[in-house]
């Protein structure tokens, strides 16, 4: 999975801030690529990370040779991003540095928070060709979610994982289901039926509902059904609580009903939806190639089918439900220099703007593209159509919503599960009085 385990940063962060004070000059004589004025036409280099993922840093490097087979001025270096401890605190460090850093992907919109409020990447809508680049991948609306609080956009997304919810179909036709629930209410009488028929089976195994400390796990149980109530709501917007209260409360009354009820397994269990211990669980596309490998029996559209997240009862049916995206994209750093810059965007859009490498992007690594065509795009149905369940998770691209912009997002995600989601879980609270306390520390937290 792609989950981001950020432990300590602050003390990075100075760093970094520090470095961009004394990186801000170029030596006296210097042009604005870094050569000597009297040199300008030597070559630029720039200096890539990727994921630390060999799938990822192969598509790269073959992006790479391919550009500069066609542009024999630019030398672009490719190197896995180091994670130490993490793929963002290796950034951190290497910006603290001074290391050669142009541009990397493997950011996602809370650490890009982090790195723009330290002035440390570049506003990618100022460069040139943006806008046609969001109206060549059909990116309109898709992009608005990536816009931070100064109205800029400083990542440009490259993969869209929507969350989805797996059901085990074929355990819920024993119980006389021929489609899954759409509502709380009913996946609540599902759960009754459920553990009222075969006591060893759950409707959800997911310990990780009572442990605050795991924080990205807020973006798959807490997230996925808030944005999905309250259609796409934003939780914060700049450095404001903005979150649409009845919706979080009745995802928190939901999970409150299904912990009641006995619903909710929240101890350890290997694979519990694959081995039919429970019936239901969020799952990413990135899962998919796992089923096949590891349980090649388990037929997507047959014994499994994928679902938007449920809603709140009284919400209409047909409008697209809105989720959450595991979601990260590629940013340019402003430590570079100007034709570094340059040059490091003039790569990007040469790889973004065909679809064709979007494709090859698609086929090793099973995520989506974050494209609003994906769906629609003949370039794409080849790769959907050979991984049943894809087409799914294709589909919801263009309603899914990235992780909040903000640069505290640890803390956020972690106040989310200690003052509010396990509490209730666990029956300490109830989801008035959770988010009330959750509320308060929130709005300190951001103060």
């Known amino acids: 999975m792609h989950r981001v ?12 801030a520090l470095l961009i004070a004394g990186c801000s000059s170029q030596p006296e004589g210097a042009a604005p690529g870094g050569t000597s004025s009297g040199d300008a036409a030597q070559q630029v280099s720039i200096t890539f990370w990727t994921a630390p993922n060999p799938t990822q840093e192969k598509f790269w490097r073959e992006m790479a040779d391919a550009y500069m087979a066609e542009h024999p001025d630019v030398k672009i270096e490719v190197a896995p991003i180091p994670e130490s401890p993490s ?5 951190l460090t290497a910006l603290s540095s001074g290391t050669k850093l142009t541009a990397s992907e493997n950011v996602f919109s809370g650490f890009g928070a982090q790195l723009a409020s330290n002035d440390a990447i570049v506003p990618l809508d100022t460069l040139p060709g943006f806008e046609e680049l969001v109206q060549q991948r059909k ?6 979610g990536w816009r931070f609080a100064d109205g ?3 990542i440009l997304p490259i993969y869209s994982n929507a969350m989805l919810y797996g059901w085990r179909m074929d355990i819920l036709r024993e119980l006389g289901y021929q489609e899954p629930p759409r509502t709380y209410g009913e996946i609540l009488e599902l759960a009754e039926k459920l553990r009222s028929t075969d006591g060893d ?4 195994a997911r310990k990780v509902l009572i442990e605050p400390q795991a924080w990205w796990e807020r973006w798959f149980d807490t997230f996925t059904l808030y944005y999905a109530a309250s259609d796409g709501k934003p939780f914060l917007e700049g450095n404001q609580l903005a979150a649409d209260e009845r919706a979080f ?11 009641k009820r006995d619903a909710i397994l929240t101890r350890d269990v290997t694979d519990p939806f694959e081995t039919g211990v429970a019936v239901w669980a969020p799952i990413g596309p990135w899962t998919l190639p796992y089923w096949k490998e590891k349980y090649p029996d388990l037929k997507v559209g047959e014994q499994v089918v994928f679902t938007p997240p449920p809603v709140p009862d009284g919400m209409p049916a047909g409008a697209a439900t809105k989720t959450f995206a595991d979601a990260k994209g ?4 402003r430590h570079a220099s100007e034709a570094e810059q340059q040059a490091a965007w003039e790569f990007i859009r040469w790889v973004f703007s065909n679809p064709e490498n979007d494709v090859k992007w698609f086929e090793p690594t099973n995520m989506p593209p974050a494209r609003g065509d994906l769906a629609e795009n003949p370039a794409f149905k080849d790769v959907i159509a050979r991984t049943p369940g894809l087409e799914a998770y294709a589909k919801a691209v263009p309603t899914a919503v990235p992780p909040m912009a903000h640069p505290n997002f640890e803390e956020l995600h972690r106040l989310i599960g200690e003052q509010a989601l396990a509490p209730v879980v666990q029956g300490q609270k109830n989801p008035e009085q959770a988010w009330q306390d959750l509320r308060r520390a929130i709005e300190e937290a951001i103060r």
Request: charged residues 20%; proline residues 0%.
């Open 5 to 16: 385990r950020v432990r300590s940063l602050r003390v990075l962060v100075v760093l970094l």
């Open 87 to 91: 793929s963002e605190a290796g950034i």
């Open 139 to 144: 990116m309109d609306g898709l992009i608005e």
């Open 152 to 154: 800029h956009i400083y």
């Open 201 to 204: 089976r759950f409707l959800l």
């Open 249 to 259: 409360v009745e995802v928190l009354r939901f999970y409150g009903e299904l912990a």
């Open 330 to 333: 590629v940013v340019i750093y």
